[in-house]
């Protein structure tokens, strides 16, 4: 029963070392999207890729020629090197553009041949950034509140590019609210105005009352930007 048992241990952990460079294989290719590429079929001079369109990112060409001449495979400016029968190659490379990228064999006369094609790539150019970034924003900003020299914000963090900063002077005194070097004009009790500030990402950026003495009695803060 022992010798049994010591067997199959020994059979799972050579299943386990086996398994083990297919998960890192895996964990390395991360968010890339992979296309299989056969040169020589269906036949001599043609390409067979196992996907026709990829997002846009990076894509890993696995490619192998499956023919009997020498083969390459070149796509948006970066090739493999010439691959003999049987040979194969991966090509990482970076498409950037939602359009037709065009590939080919480099072999004199194979293009010709008929060894070349289009992929598409598909997918929004904006990154998600981009989107973030022009996703408006508005803080309202109260003065005199909780007292007369505070401001109150409904927001403290906000993310980067526009905000738009809604100030009313709930105080008894006129007050004014400045931040990145823009602000608005003096109001008096009751009175507001919109201030539309553009805020960079990962900055943190102080706000005052300019008027003389109100920032120094407490009417200040610093805004976080993400």
């Known amino acids: 029963m022992r010798v049994r048992i010591c067997a199959i241990a020994v059979l799972v952990a050579a299943l386990l070392v086996t ?31 196992s996907r026709k369109s990829v997002p846009l990112g990076t894509v890993k060409f696995v490619v192998t020629n499956r023919g009997k001449l020498p083969h390459d495979f070149k796509i948006a400016g970066k090739k493999t090197k010439l691959l003999s029968p049987g040979g194969s190659q991966t090509l990482a490379v970076k498409l950037t553009k939602a359009h037709g ?4 064999c480099t072999v ?18 904006k990154s998600a950034a981009g989107i973030h970034a022009a996703k408006k924003t508005t803080d309202v900003v109260t003065a005199g509140k909780p007292s007369e020299f505070r401001f109150t914000l409904s927001k403290k963090t906000v ?28 109001l008096s009790p009751g009175q507001s105005q919109t201030l539309k500030v553009t805020l960079k990402k990962g900055k943190k950026y102080p706000y005052l009352c300019t008027v003389t003495g ?3 009695a407490g009417m200040k803060g610093t805004l976080k930007v993400t």
């Open 19 to 49: 398994a083990a460079p297919a998960v890192a294989l895996h964990s390395s290719a991360g968010t890339a999207t992979v296309v299989r590429v056969t040169a020589g079929k269906p036949s001599e001079f043609r390409f067979t890729l």
């Open 101 to 104: 990228y065009g590939y080919l």
């Open 108 to 125: 004199a006369g194979h293009a010709a041949a008929g060894m070349r094609g289009t992929l598409r790539v598909v997918g929004s150019t």
């Open 214 to 216: 109100h920032a120094a």
């Open 159 to 186: 993310p980067y590019g526009t905000v738009t900063f809604r100030v009313t002077n709930k105080g008894t005194l006129p007050h004014d609210f400045k931040i990145a070097g823009k602000k608005t004009k003096l």
